[in-house]
């Protein structure tokens, strides 16, 4: 059965798109820890991100380095951190995080609860700015 993901991928699911190529999306967590909370997907469907081979691999953290790049552009922050956990979703991805503090990336803290038109905009915003 295909992963929520996949489904994002597919057009099943809506999403607020960042970016896309051949083998990569990026998308807006729909459940963010901070504003801009982004995730970055294989197309290609792995459970475990030590599973991709190392080429995919490194295409996959090349492409979320052009993301954050948008973001810094989009988003007043220090840094983008980057966060690699696995467990919620059988689909390999890395979560890009605008920190103005370490407690910017707490996965434990409350989601922040965002408008449709928020998300839209912070999607538009951090797209205009992807190269």
Excluded: W
């Amino acid at each position: 059965m295909a992963s929520i993901f996949t489904k994002i991928i597919n057009g099943e699911i809506p999403s607020y798109k960042i970016a896309e190529d051949e083998n990569h999306y990026a998308f807006l967590d729909i459940n963010p820890v901070a504003k801009a909370h982004t995730l970055v997907v294989p197309k290609k469907e792995v459970d475990y991100i030590f599973d991709i081979n190392d080429a995919a691999l490194g295409a996959l953290v090349i492409f979320a380095k052009r993301v954050a790049k948008a973001m810094e552009k989009s988003v007043e922050c220090k840094r983008i951190g980057i966060a690699v956990i696995g467990l919620e979703v059988p689909h390999a991805h890395i979560h890009l995080i605008p920190l103005n503090s370490e407690s910017d990336i707490d996965f434990k803290k409350a989601k922040l609860q965002l408008s449709p038109e928020e998300f839209k905009q912070i999607a538009e915003n951090i797209s205009k700015n992807f190269e």
